[in-house]
């Protein structure tokens, strides 16, 4: 089975990491011998999958990164990793609220785990709650001490730079402070048009198309 578009796997092709996570998913079909319906349902895949969409940096990674997460749903609202990586996709896709409480659950079924802590400081200090943000920082830098991405959202909000701005770092310290972003989330009109071309949220909207046209075919076999 393919992990992810082969548009997209011509992306990748330049990046280290990625040889690694597909030899790491063959490797659970072969040893689970898998199907490709049985790889879908699978959380350690759903997980690396998720991985290497999130990482695209661009809404329609995170789209089907929302879409490869919530198959496993069941299974993995008792795991962090998984608690993070949805969260951050539907975060990054403007669902705040809903992305809070999957912080939340995620920080409640492993306090240990540190990047919930992270993300859910960045929501609260877009929702302008400066104490709680405080408090997450506190809880990373104990268990990361020293960590750049807990110590740039502390500085961002030190400096009232803003939410888009605390969520568009990169992890290394280095490339953060080098390298071109590869999207701003700021930007409306890059949101509108990845709306507009994928009809995202609009699933009502198409079950009622599907709808009007099986009326459709209905009435022209009965004619």
């Known amino acids: 089975m393919g992990i992810i578009s082969q548009k997209d796997k011509e992306f990748f092709e330049n990046v280290e990491y990625f040889s690694e996570i597909t030899d790491r998913i063959n490797e659970i079909q072969a040893n689970n011998n898998y199907s490709d319906e049985e790889m879908d349902n699978d959380l350690d895949v759903a997980l690396w999958r998720a991985f290497v969409y999130i990482n695209l940096w661009n809404y329609k990674g995170y789209a089907k990164a929302e ?3 919530k198959k496993v749903e069941n299974k993995g ?16 896709l403007r669902k705040y609220e809903q992305a809070l409480k999957y912080f939340l659950i995620g920080t409640e079924v492993d306090a240990t785990y540190p ?18 943000v405080y408090k997450c920082i506190e809880k ?16 961002d909000v ?3 730079r803003g939410y888009f701005y605390s969520i568009n770092h990169y992890i290394n310290e280095e490339v953060d ?7 701003d989330y700021s930007d409306d009109k890059e949101w509108e048009k990845f ?28 004619v």
Not at 116 to 122: A, T
Not at 142 to 153: A, I, M, Q, R, S
Not at 177 to 183: A, G, N, S
């Open 67 to 69: 879409k490869i997460l």
């Open 115 to 132: 990047w919930n802590w992270l993300e859910l400081g960045r929501l609260y200090y877009k929702f302008g709650e400066l104490d709680k």
């Open 158 to 160: 030190k400096n009232d």
């Open 77 to 92: 609202i008792k795991n962090p990793i998984w608690c993070y990586r949805y969260a951050v996709s539907i975060a990054r």
């Open 195 to 222: 709306k507009k071309e994928t009809h995202y949220g609009e699933k009502c909207l198409w079950r009622r198309l599907l709808w009007k046209k099986s009326l459709k075919l209905l009435f022209l076999l009965q």
């Open 177 to 183: 402070k080098t390298e071109d972003r590869e999207l």
């Open 140 to 155: 990373g830098l104990e268990l990361v001490p020293n960590d750049y991405e807990f110590l740039t959202l502390k500085d």
